[in-house]
């Protein structure tokens, strides 16, 4: 895969989580979380098959969430 092919994909990476995704510090409940961690994920799977390459930014993106996921479900059972 050529460097610009792999400039251009995470150009678009960029556009496209910055047009349908919030950031993970402003989803306020875990719905929302796992919603974007599905779609995500469905992003990844798309782009490993379609170009056997995944921008290191989703990895991260998918991280952060799966953090403020993991935070929002430990206070759920602490309050319990």
Do not use: G
Request: proline content about 2%.
């Amino acid at each position: 895969m050529s460097e610009h092919l792999r400039t251009q994909i995470d150009q678009e990476f960029e556009l496209f989580t910055r047009r349908n995704f919030e950031s993970p510090t402003s989803c306020r409940n875990l719905d929302q979380i796992r919603f974007y961690v599905h779609e995500l994920c469905l992003k990844i799977d798309e782009l490993e098959s379609r170009f056997h390459y995944v921008p290191h930014n989703a990895f991260t993106l998918l991280a952060q969430y799966n953090a403020c996921q993991n935070n929002m479900s430990h206070v759920d059972f602490r309050d319990l």
